[in-house]
């Protein structure tokens, strides 16, 4: 017995359909699934633009949702998407408005284009937020100024997903594609998967994919298959 119902039969092999925490997916306040790790980050988007600082750092794994929140606050607040590097208009941006950084970490800066940028939302009113998988502490930074207005930088940090909320992030991807999954399927993926939203929605299109390929439904045994080529096939049932 297949262990997932498709709610359209009428679909067709190589269909696309919307994925959550893709960066082509939707990106709405809606379609976020909030759980405790996810709360404080949240209530920070939710509370622009009275913010505790100018400056907002969102801090978390890969996968963990810094991205989904940052389009929303991005749709929020109407903000330029800026990259404060040597020779760069960042600072200009910043002064007519809110400004978004993301993936600090790996982009990189140069330390006074930064400094400048975070000198210019204080000056204007504006608003800067960062996303970054380390804490600002950790970014190489040699400008002791930048590292000061650093310090002052209210920072998020957004832990791994738990297996609630990877359960949830599974049942609502599939739903998104027309499929509604067995309870009994999803903890199994779920105690077999790595812990990332990422990984939830690498998984679920690759299973869409094969199962039409084949048009079979998605069982145990096709789960098994795809959770071994990703290398997260876990151990026991």
Request: aromatic share 6%; hydrophobic share 45%.
């Amino acid at each position: 017995m297949n262990d997932v119902k498709n709610a359209d039969p009428k679909r067709k092999a190589g269909e696309q359909l919307p994925l959550a925490f893709s960066h082509d997916a939707a990106t709405g306040r809606d379609d976020l699934l909030v759980s405790e790790r996810l709360a404080a980050a949240v209530s920070i988007v939710d509370a622009w633009p009275n913010w505790p600082s100018p400056v907002v750092i969102l801090a978390g794994p890969v996968g963990s949702g810094k991205s989904h929140l940052a389009g929303i606050w991005k749709e929020l607040s109407g903000a330029e998407i800026i990259h404060p590097v040597a020779g760069s208009d960042a600072a200009v941006v910043a002064a007519n408005g809110p400004v978004l950084f993301e993936d600090v970490d790996r982009t990189g800066f140069d330390d006074a284009s930064l400094f400048h940028v975070i000198n210019s939302v204080r000056e204007n009113g504006t608003s800067l937020l960062m996303t970054s998988r380390l804490w600002p502490m950790s970014w190489p930074v040699t400008l002791p100024d930048l590292r000061s207005r650093l310090k002052a930088a209210t920072v998020v940090e957004i832990g791994e997903p738990d297996e609630e909320l990877l359960s949830q992030v599974i049942v609502k991807l599939f739903a998104d594609r027309q499929l509604y999954i067995d309870d009994k399927l999803v903890l199994y993926i779920v105690n077999r998967m790595e812990r990332s939203l990422n990984a939830a929605q690498t998984i679920v299109e690759r299973l869409d994919r094969l199962a039409l390929s084949r048009g079979t439904g998605i069982t145990r045994s096709l789960a098994a298959e795809v959770l071994n080529e990703l290398g997260n096939s876990g151990s026991g049932d």
